[in-house]
């Protein structure tokens, strides 16, 4: 019988965007990011085209998408 993956991620774990061929930190809309479920202090290197997008560098947003995923576990 199938079982759901849609589970809900302990409060260490975030969903962030890496680059998929480096498993660096990425961001949407980058080349070859995909969102994963990660530890927030467990990727430390940014890739080129994160580097350059704000919400990498941003630590409001970094408080923000992380309220965010909070919100979304609720309903997975």
């Known amino acids: 019988k ?3 993956l849609n589970t809900v991620l302990p ?3 975030q969903w962030q965007w ?10 949407e809309g980058c ?8 530890l927030p202090d467990s990727v430390t ?3 080129e085209c994160a ?4 919400e990498v560098n941003d630590p409001i947003n970094a408080i923000l998408n992380s309220s ?3 919100i979304l576990d609720i309903f997975r």
């Open 2 to 4: 199938p079982v759901s």
């Open 11 to 13: 409060d260490k774990v």
């Open 18 to 27: 890496l680059e998929k061929t480096t498993g660096k930190l990425s961001a």
């Open 31 to 38: 080349d070859n990011a995909i969102l994963v479920p990660v």
């Open 45 to 47: 290197e940014v890739s």
């Open 51 to 54: 580097a350059n997008k704000a």
């Open 68 to 70: 965010v995923n909070k």
